[in-house]
């Protein structure tokens, strides 16, 4: 059985160690675009200053593909995935055979069409080789503005304050990780950059870019010129879905996979940032750019190729971080809409915000700010019934009455 993987983020990582706790002889080959140990990509704006040195990143350690007997191709590019003659084609012109083959080759940053980054100073950060480009310039930056005030976005305006750099934000929406965080949330957030000296325009779009001899000056709004000698886009990802184009693969925003993480063609899977997988929220099929959902696919996909059978509970959005000592900590359904109910438990003069959403005593999500220790627990309750009122051990209405 040859068992091939495109792809060594979480999703390929973790279809591996899942393959070889059922099958210790079949063949495994990895081929990644990034010539790397596994890494966390979550890491790289921390990587980017200096914070973080580059063999922490390596989370699985620097032996991994060697530990579970791992043929690789780093540092090659699928280009045409061939689904009639079970077979791949690298940019070298390799061919490789394959029995089942994983896609979990993630996704890239969104770049506006009229920005040009060969323009000295602007830049995405997704990967190890970005936050080395980055960390290259970065002696000779004093102002940067971020573009997107996403949860990636944050990271990188968080590790550049650290790193002594003058911030700024701009962020298209109302509020910060809009996706994530109602007004309030993102207020307590917002609150916690500018206190630390970042700037943050809210309801503001970056129109163009302010360049001089191909290099970065400054971006303009409609409103406005920001000085700049770093812009770093922010504003989402795609998946990298190049290679299934001229494919039978289904295809709809992501690649379409079933419960066991299997596309429309039995011996391909997908699992990761390119899978369109199943959602708890929406009950409908969802691109998830999440860490934790490319483990669980990865891990799903693995054993179905394998030979075992596991379903996907479907992803349930989660996001948890902590931001100049703030924990914020979103998951599931955070709009009070089609019955749902909120409730919150906690206001921000307690120095926290806790709310729940609820649908007949279920909860379907919560935003937590601050004291986010419950939520963990809270997390495994995901759509069940909340015993009788309480959070944990502590029932709702004395929570209210201490911090009303
Ligand atoms: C700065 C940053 C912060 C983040 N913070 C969080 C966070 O706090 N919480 C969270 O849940 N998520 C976070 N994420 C997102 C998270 O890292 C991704 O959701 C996750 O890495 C997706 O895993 P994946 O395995 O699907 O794809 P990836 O990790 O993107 O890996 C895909 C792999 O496929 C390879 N590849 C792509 N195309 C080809 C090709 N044609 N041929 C061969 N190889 C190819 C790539 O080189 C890469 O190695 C963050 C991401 C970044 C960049």
Redesign the pocket.
Same mark, same amino acid.
């Given at each position: 059985m040859v068992y091939l993987i %495109?792809? *060594?983020?979480?999703?390929? %990582?973790s279809a591996i160690e899942s393959i070889r706790q059922l099958d210790d002889q079949g063949k495994i080959i990895v081929?990644?675009?990034?010539n *790397?140990q596994p890494y966390?990509?979550?890491?790289?704006?921390e990587y980017m200053t200096g914070e973080v040195e580059e063999e922490n990143l390596f989370f699985k350690g620097n032996d991994f593909y060697a530990h579970y007997n791992v043929e690789t191709r780093l540092g090659? %590019?699928?280009?045409d995935i061939l689904p009639e003659q079970s077979m791949v084609i690298?940019n070298d012109g390799e061919k490789i055979a394959y029995d089942k083959l994983l896609i979990?080759?993630?996704?890239?940053p969104v770049i506006p069409s009229w920005v040009n980054l060969d323009i000295k100073g602007v830049f995405t950060?997704?990967?190890k080789v970005d936050s080395e480009r980055i960390k290259h310039h970065l002696s000779e930056v004093k102002k940067a503005v971020i573009v997107g005030g996403g949860?990636?976005g944050l990271?990188?305006a968080r590790a550049l304050t650290a790193y002594g750099i003058n911030v700024t934000i701009i962020e298209k929406m109302n509020r910060l990780m809009p996706l994530q965080l109602d007004e309030t949330a993102s207020d307590m957030v917002k609150q916690i950059l500018v206190k630390n000296g970042i700037r943050v325009f809210l309801d503001t779009e970056v129109v163009s870019l302010e360049t001089e001899n191909q290099e970065i000056r400054g971006v303009k709004t409609k409103e406005t010129d920001i000085p700049a000698d770093l812009v770093l886009f922010s504003i989402g990802v795609r998946p @990298?879905l190049?290679?299934v184009h001229d494919t039978s693969l289904e295809l709809d925003r992501g690649l379409l996979v079933n419960e066991y993480q299997q596309t429309n063609l039995v011996n391909i899977y997908a699992?990761?940032? %390119?899978?369109q997988a199943f959602c708890q929220i929406t009950g409908e099929r969802s691109l998830r750019?999440?860490?934790?959902?490319?483990i669980q696919q990865?891990k799903v996909a693995g054993t179905n190729m394998a030979g075992g059978e596991e379903r996907y509970q479907g992803s349930i959005p989660? @996001?948890?971080?902590q931001l100049f000592g703030l924990s914020v900590l979103s998951f599931g359904q955070i709009e009070a809409k089609d019955g749902v109910e909120e409730r919150i438990i906690r206001y921000p003069a307690s120095g926290s915000y806790q709310k729940l959403f609820l649908k007949e005593d279920k909860l379907l999500g919560l935003i937590f700010i601050g004291d986010i220790q419950q939520a963990g627990l809270l997390f495994h309750k995901h759509g069940k019934p909340l015993q009788e009122g309480y959070i944990g051990n502590i029932p709702l209405v004395d929570v209210e009455n201490v911090y009303l």
């Open positions: %495109i792809g *060594n983020g979480p999703a390929g %990582i081929v990644s675009k990034e *790397n966390s990509r979550i890491m790289t704006p090659k %590019i699928v280009k690298l979990a080759s993630g996704s890239r950060l997704w990967d949860l990636v990271q990188m @990298n190049d290679m699992a990761g940032d %390119i899978s750019a999440l860490w934790p959902c490319a990865g989660m @996001n948890s971080f």
